[in-house]
């Protein structure tokens, strides 16, 4: 190790009287780091002022951007809570189909894989602007086409996932049934769905960034109030008309039909329900039309 020897002046006056001071280089190292901290310390102490106007400006512009946000400090926790109850009582109540039992696995893969498909378009819709705002204030365009374009590939995606989910299906034990060759029909309408929706989360986001934070939460209850853990059969009666206001219900238990019960579903209740879309895409792609130019400024003052 290396020593270094202090010896003061008076030492070399009178040497051999007292022995010398021997410090290592690695004590001067450590003092060498706390007096360097201390100093940062003392440097904080003396700007405390400038740190709580830092503060404050950060708090403002974070607050500018969102009217709710503190309200989101309480929301937040009750909104997570409330996810989560509801999973777990759906847990204890059991998942399953009903008289005609199927592989859980695939049970559950019928409903999670089709809900992937809606949670990817529609969380794309809400964050659109955030995601192409150089484009926007730099090309003018038609803005559904941002909409369009992340549909078709999260549709490439989607249709990728189905193959899967039918050779997990075929793994677990459900094997083809005649009832698969009306798949590409059902995914025809999911995607109507899908569509139809996608405009109305993007009008949102551009006029409230509160949406973006909201929209997780959103997702994650229509996640949970549909019967993607579980059937149907395990709804109360007195909630199944408020179940099927939900446009994933009747999907789900389409695509659970086809796939794993080889029934066909309710005709008629498809038909309603098509048309039900369509009246909601050109409702919805015809305001996204009519509010582009509102949504864009917009976007520009709080993006």
Same mark, same amino acid.
């Given at each position: 190790?290396?020593?270094? +020897?202090?010896?003061?002046?008076?030492?070399?006056?009178?040497? *051999?009287?007292?022995?010398?001071?021997?410090?290592? +280089?690695?004590?001067?190292?450590?003092?060498?780091?706390?007096?360097?901290?201390?100093?940062?310390?003392?440097?904080?102490? /003396?700007?405390?002022?400038?740190?709580?106007? #830092?503060? #404050?400006?950060?708090?403002?512009?974070?607050?500018?951007?969102?009217?709710?946000?503190?309200?989101?400090?309480?929301?937040? =926790?009750?909104?997570?809570?409330?996810?989560?109850?509801?999973?777990?009582?759906?847990?204890?109540?059991?998942?399953? &189909?009903?008289? /005609? #039992?199927?592989?859980?696995?695939?049970?559950?893969?019928?409903?999670?894989? =089709?809900?992937?498909?809606?949670?990817?378009?529609? *969380?794309?819709?809400?964050?659109?602007?955030?995601?192409?705002?150089?484009?926007? /204030? #730099?090309?003018?365009?038609?803005?559904?086409?941002?909409?369009?374009?992340?549909?078709?590939?999260?549709?490439?995606?989607? &249709?990728?996932?189905?193959?899967?989910?039918?050779?997990?299906?075929?793994?677990? &034990?459900?094997?083809?049934?005649?009832?698969?060759?009306?798949?590409?029909?059902?995914?025809?309408?999911? +995607?109507?769905?899908?569509?139809?929706?996608?405009?109305?989360?993007?009008?949102?986001?551009?006029?409230?960034?509160?949406?973006?934070?909201?929209? =997780?939460?959103?997702?994650?209850?229509?996640?949970?109030?549909?019967?993607?853990?579980?059937?149907?059969?395990?709804?109360?009666?007195?909630?199944? =008309?408020?179940?099927?206001?939900?446009? @994933?219900?009747?999907?789900?238990?389409?695509?659970?039909?086809?796939?794993?019960?080889?029934?066909?579903?309710?005709?008629?209740?498809?038909?309603?329900?098509?048309?039900? @879309?369509?009246?909601?895409?050109?409702?919805?792609? @015809?305001?996204?039309?009519?509010?582009?130019?509102? @949504?864009?400024?917009?976007?520009?003052?709080?993006?």
């Amino acid at each position: 190790m290396v020593i270094i +020897a202090a010896v003061s002046t008076e030492t070399l006056a009178t040497a *051999g009287s007292t022995p010398p001071r021997v410090v290592s +280089a690695e004590t001067l190292r450590r003092q060498q780091h706390v007096g360097a901290y201390v100093s940062h310390l003392r440097w904080l102490w /003396e700007h405390a002022g400038l740190i709580r106007s #830092q503060a #404050q400006t950060q708090l403002k512009l974070t607050v500018s951007r969102s009217r709710l946000y503190y309200v989101w400090w309480m929301l937040d =926790p009750v909104l997570d809570t409330a996810c989560y109850a509801v999973l777990f009582i759906l847990i204890r109540a059991g998942v399953g &189909g009903g008289d /005609e #039992q199927v592989p859980m696995v695939a049970f559950l893969l019928a409903g999670i894989v =089709p809900w992937r498909f809606n949670g990817a378009c529609w *969380g794309a819709a809400g964050n659109v602007w955030v995601t192409h705002k150089a484009l926007i /204030e #730099q090309v003018r365009f038609p803005h559904l086409v941002l909409l369009l374009s992340r549909f078709l590939a999260e549709a490439w995606l989607y &249709g990728i996932a189905l193959l899967v989910l039918a050779g997990a299906c075929v793994v677990a &034990g459900v094997w083809p049934k005649w009832t698969w060759l009306f798949l590409p029909v059902w995914v025809g309408v999911h +995607a109507l769905v899908v569509l139809a929706f996608m405009p109305l989360f993007a009008i949102g986001s551009a006029f409230s960034q509160d949406l973006l934070k909201l929209l =997780p939460y959103l997702l994650r209850l229509v996640f949970f109030f549909s019967p993607i853990l579980y059937g149907m059969e395990i709804v109360p009666d007195r909630f199944t =008309p408020l179940f099927y206001m939900n446009p @994933m219900t009747l999907l789900i238990e389409t695509y659970r039909d086809t796939l794993l019960f080889g029934r066909m579903p309710n005709l008629v209740a498809i038909g309603w329900y098509v048309l039900g @879309m369509l009246a909601v895409l050109v409702a919805t792609s @015809m305001l996204f039309v009519r509010l582009s130019a509102a @949504m864009s400024r917009n976007v520009s003052r709080t993006y």
